[in-house]
């Protein structure tokens, strides 16, 4: 028995939203990292994805919206990242440096991540309030924030790391694992190379590694 061509219409539209979506979500996530908030366009998103306005409007009706629901997808994509890794256990010092590890690779991986991590920390406050794309931003955001204090503080509560102001540390360690990956050329030109070739994103790990065993794990009391 033939199905309805009603039903196989919807369907067919679902088949094609998704992918819709997703490719405006690529183009925007790529102009979003170049010029920010302000600097982007929805036409030029739409032209960028070779859809028409109309797909656009009928996936995102504002630009807000769009740029909440291109953070959300990057934040989702690393705290299920974090959350992965963090789930093959092993001691606070073993699961903090496989964190770092894993978000350094999520982040190379991705070259436009790090440039859009740096930039939903100082353009939030351009953003309305209420946005469900929003929400699901934040709320990554703040797992992830959660998830790596915790860890900190498990550590510091074991004697694997000295004791110090958790938020401050969080701060110390989103700087060293975003901010040098989102330096661009200017990166590049420090370390000799490119910051997302493999052997100076394993120098980069190197570094992360011996920012904390120097600053939280030396002298400690286990």
Do not use: W
């Not at 990242?81 to 982040?107: F, I």
């Not at 509560?157 to 110090?164: I, Q």
């Amino acid at each position: 028995m033939g199905r309805e061509p009603g039903v196989e219409r919807a369907e067919q539209g679902a088949e094609t939203a998704a992918p819709s979506r997703e490719r405006l979500l690529d183009a925007a996530e790529e102009l979003f990292a170049r010029r920010g908030y302000g600097g982007v366009g929805l036409a030029e998103v739409a032209e960028v994805a070779g859809l028409g306005k109309a797909s656009l409007f009928h996936h995102f009706p504002s630009k807000a919206q769009l740029y909440c629901a291109v953070m959300a997808r990057v934040l989702t994509t690393l705290d299920e990242a974090l959350v992965r890794t963090l789930a093959q256990g092993g001691s606070p010092t073993a699961r903090l440096e496989r964190l770092t590890d894993t978000a350094v690779d999520v982040l190379a991986s991705n070259r436009t991540y790090p440039r859009l991590l740096i930039r939903v920390l100082v353009e939030d406050s351009e953003l309305p309030a209420g946005l469900a794309e929003g929400k699901e931003a934040a709320d990554a955001l703040d797992r992830i924030g959660v998830t790596v204090v915790r860890l900190l503080q498990e550590g510091m509560d074991t004697g694997e790391f000295r004791r110090t102001s958790t938020g401050h540390l969080l701060l110390t360690v989103i700087g060293a694992v975003v901010h040098p990956l989102a330096t661009g050329r200017f990166g590049d030109g420090v370390v000799g190379g490119s910051l997302f070739d493999p052997e100076q994103v394993a120098r980069r790990k190197r570094a992360v590694r011996d920012v904390l065993e120097r600053g939280i794990m030396e002298g400690a009391t286990s």
